[in-house]
């Protein structure tokens, strides 16, 4: 039961460039998204989060988007460095129930190619 | 800048026997979390502890599995008898307040478990 999707298990981008990382979900009752990256050796840190009653938010280079008709989000990188070459998982909550736990998908593992 | 820190960072154990991973979370944190992660599958929510009790579990959080705050700062996850299929990255996690809305979580590096 993925209720959390990333399709993409990796995706490569030249130094400079936007990265976009996609994410779908399939739990409407999801109001609130994270997204972490995770070098390797180390655990996963936060970077961005959005909430439902929004559909975008910004923090420096980093950009979510979300289309809740479509339960689609996603995580604009610009410009890429090589530096930003990790793991990223979206993850989900559903916040109106207080502390649930989050759901993660799979990742989508970033190559910045200098 | 805070850190959830976690022993072992590998343990070789063989299939049947008990596994005790150790996690030390951030000091004024309150809420306590265990996570896993299966080689190439999703990061996936085993456990969830606050105020001395289990606050959520998963369907992952069988019998086998239990959870202690032995002395106030360590927070352990017990296997009883492992499975090969427990072979995962245990990643412990904390945070100050409840939810995710504007409340960092922070994870420790992880704990690989390979059952042989």
């Known amino acids: 039961d993925q209720q959390v999707k990333q399709n993409s298990p990796s995706l490569s981008v030249q130094e400079g460039r936007i990265s976009i990382l996609n994410c779908d979900y399939t739990?409407?009752?999801?109001?609130?998204f994270l997204w972490y990256k995770k070098y390797p050796a180390e655990g996963p840190t936060f970077l961005i989060s959005?909430?439902?009653?929004?559909d975008k938010n910004e923090d420096g280079r980093f950009t979510v988007f979300l289309n809740k008709s479509a339960k689609h989000l996603s995580l604009h990188i610009v410009p890429s460095q090589p530096g930003d070459s990790a793991v990223y998982f979206c993850?989900?909550?559903?916040?109106?129930?207080?502390?649930?736990?989050?759901?993660f998908g799979k990742g989508t593992r970033l190559s910045v190619i200098a | 800048e805070p850190e959830v820190t976690q022993t072992p960072s590998h343990q070789v154990t063989q299939m049947g026997q008990e596994v005790i991973l150790r996690c030390v979370p951030i000091?004024?944190?309150?809420?306590f979390y265990w996570y896993r992660q299966i080689l190439g599958q999703k990061v996936e929510f085993l456990v969830s502890?606050?105020?001395?009790?289990?606050?959520?579990k998963s369907e992952i959080f069988d019998d086998q599995f239990s959870v202690e705050r032995p002395d106030g700062s360590n927070f352990t996850l017990k296997i009883r008898s492992t499975k090969l299929e427990d072979s995962a990255m245990y990643f412990c996690?904390?945070?100050?307040?409840?939810?995710?809305?504007?409340?960092?979580?922070?994870f420790g590096e992880g704990s690989w478990l390979t059952v042989v």
């Open positions: 959005i909430s439902s009653i929004k």
């Open positions: 993850a989900a909550s559903v916040l109106s129930s207080g502390n649930t736990p989050l759901v």
């Open positions: 000091s004024n944190h309150l809420y």
């Open positions: 502890f606050y105020n001395n009790e289990i606050s959520e």
């Open positions: 996690a904390s945070s100050l307040q409840q939810g995710a809305a504007g409340n960092t979580i922070y």
């Open positions: 739990n409407s009752m999801f109001d609130y």
